[in-house]
């Protein structure tokens, strides 16, 4: 059983970073990829980020491509998404995903474990 554990969400005006942090608790986290997804009010849940297992392959929204920045460390059982130039419309419920395989994927399905998810509010 894989423990995701979110942290690093706030309030913050428009124009201005946060940086999102996930901690897995399973010894198993080296061996799979890893996602962030998002659900905004009124949404349905979308993909945001994901990163391969050895994290040298990153797979990016176009909403968020070239403003987000996913990276691992495999030493910490952790994942991070840095958010650049935040926008209201990033405004959500940020969620980390361990998926089922070592390569990524935008698929909700084939991520296995998920955590609680941690609140983003940018206001304008």
């Known amino acids: 059983q894989e423990q995701l554990v979110e942290s690093g969400g706030g309030l913050v005006q428009a124009g201005d970073s946060l940086r999102l942090a996930c901690v897995a608790s399973?010894?198993?986290?080296?061996?799979?990829?890893m996602a962030w997804f998002r659900r905004a009010p009124g949404k349905e849940r979308e993909f945001v980020s994901a990163?391969?297992?050895?994290?040298?392959?990153?797979y990016y929204a176009d909403s968020v491509k070239g403003r987000f920045t996913i990276s691992r460390d495999n030493a910490k059982n952790m994942v991070s998404l840095q958010m650049n130039s935040l926008k209201p419309e990033d405004t959500a419920v940020y969620y980390c995903?361990?998926?089922?395989?070592?390569?990524?994927?935008?698929?909700?399905?084939?991520?296995?474990?998920w955590g609680q998810g941690t609140q983003v509010t940018v206001s304008s």
């Open positions: 399973g010894r198993t986290f080296i061996s799979y990829a």
């Open positions: 990163v391969s297992w050895t994290g040298g392959r990153t």
């Open positions: 995903a361990r998926s089922k395989y070592s390569t990524s994927s935008s698929r909700e399905d084939t991520y296995a474990y």
